[in-house]
Nanobody, 121 residues
Framework: QVQLVESGGGLVHTGGSLRLSCAAS????????MGWYRQAPGKQRELVAT???????TYADSVKGRFTISGVNAGNTVYLQMNSLKPEDTAVYYC???????????????WGQGTQVTVSS
């Protein structure tokens, strides 16, 4: 029902910046929140930032003050501006969309393919 495509990953030095983009298509009217998760080699996937359709944002403590999630419409396009990047930020970053169906009172999650972010020291 929803397709997510991430872009913007790459290789940067410590202190550099990247902006990730996530474009959603399909049943975007049912999306109530979108976010970014990341998974480093050998580690569990973790939440980085989320944004609701009303504009409310949340961030992991490790990225507060450095990363900013935004989007003109949180239901179809979201961005993750990453500044002051550290080697610890190296991971595959995945876009996530949370959907709610009022008729069935059910939640649904969709994921993108991921984009690699590598920060060299």
């Amino acid at each position: 029902q929803v397709q997510l495509v991430e872009s913007g990953g790459g290789l940067v030095h410590t202190g550099g910046s990247l902006r990730l983009s996530c474009a959603a298509s399909g049943s975007i009217a049912k999306i109530y929140a979108m976010g970014w998760y990341r998974q480093a080699p050998g580690k569990q996937r973790e939440l980085v930032a989320t944004i609701t359709v009303s504009g409310t944002t949340t961030y992991a403590d490790s990225v507060k003050g450095r990363f900013t999630i935004s989007g003109v419409n949180a239901g179809n396009t979201v961005y993750l501006q990453m500044n002051s990047l550290k080697p610890e930020d190296t991971a595959v970053y995945y876009c996530n969309a949370d959907l709610y169906d009022n008729d069935y009172d059910e939640n649904y999650d969709y994921w993108g393919q991921g984009t690699q972010v590598t920060v060299s020291s």
